[in-house]
């Protein structure tokens, strides 16, 4: 019989969409990496260069897809790891707040830079 | 059917001497997803400096926009580029322990999870050592 060692409790939406997200974040991380430091160079990134690449539907549409997975990975993950802390109660409804209103002004803020960065708006 | 691992609280670090490759990786990946998490917040927080940027300044023709000045103002930090190498460090082995949690969560390869956690450390490692060059170009 096949322990399991995930800290995530098995068929809950969270746990699905956690391992979904994980799969599209392992190409789309590897892929910012390479092309922001190894295709273009960070230190030679101008707002012209981000404004062409941002201005390609695809290129905008994987960023912002990017940014949406993102986000919910890393909410979720920090709430996960602080349930397996023992967080209970009116403390975990609290976190549980706090972190989905940090996930959502992440999302906004980081769709309004998607916006300033391409000519598409 | 699966079972349920009591690891205990893996905040007891008195006890490290006692953690299997498995904890340590377990570990590692809530460290590595803590950093990635807050470095997403500061991401987004330093290409802010794209908003209110004007595309038809001269400004931007000429690179001494703020958002431009910024970015290429950071890159300029030794400090800067030695944090952009562990960052590196850090994405890679969340991705490659990632890879090898989705493998453990369908049960492929339980049995040498623990050689895979040594694989995902060993990949991390090469993998940062060979961008180093990329990574500190024109600092030094």
């Known amino acids: 019989m096949a322990e399991h060692y995930s800290s995530f409790n098995r068929g809950t939406w969270r746990w699905f969409l956690q391992r979904v997200t994980a799969v599209f974040l392992i190409g789309a991380l590897a892929f910012h990496f390479v092309m922001l430091h190894f295709v273009n160079h960070a230190a030679s990134i101008t707002f012209a260069g981000t404004e062409a690449r941002m201005g390609g539907i695809l290129y905008f549409t994987l960023m912002m897809t990017f940014l949406v997975t993102a986000a919910f990975h890393g909410i979720n993950g920090v709430y996960n790891a602080l349930v397996n802390m023992g967080l209970k109660g009116t403390q975990k409804k609290a976190v549980a707040a706090i972190l989905v209103v940090a996930g959502i002004a992440l999302i906004v803020q980081g769709t309004r830079v998607a916006i300033a960065m391409s000519p598409m708006f | ?140």
């Open chain 2, 1 to 140: 059917m699966s079972q349920s691992y009591d690891r205990g609280t893996v905040e007891s670090f008195g006890r490290w001497r006692e953690f299997s490759a498995g904890m340590w990786a377990w570990i590692f990946h809530k460290l590595t997803g803590w950093i990635l998490v807050g470095y997403l917040f500061t991401h987004i927080a330093v290409l802010s400096t794209a908003i209110g940027v004007d595309p038809g300044s001269a400004a931007v023709a000429d690179g001494t926009d703020f958002y431009t000045s910024t970015l290429q103002g950071l890159e300029e930090l030794l400090i800067v580029r030695f944090l952009e190498v562990g960052l590196l460090a850090v994405a890679v082995f969340h991705i490659m322990n990632g890879i090898r949690l989705l493998f453990v969560d369908l049960g492929i390869g339980l049995t040498s999870q623990d050689k895979s956690f040594y694989a995902s450390l060993v990949l991390t490692g090469a993998i940062t050592v060979a961008s180093i060059p990329t990574f500190l170009a024109g600092v030094l």
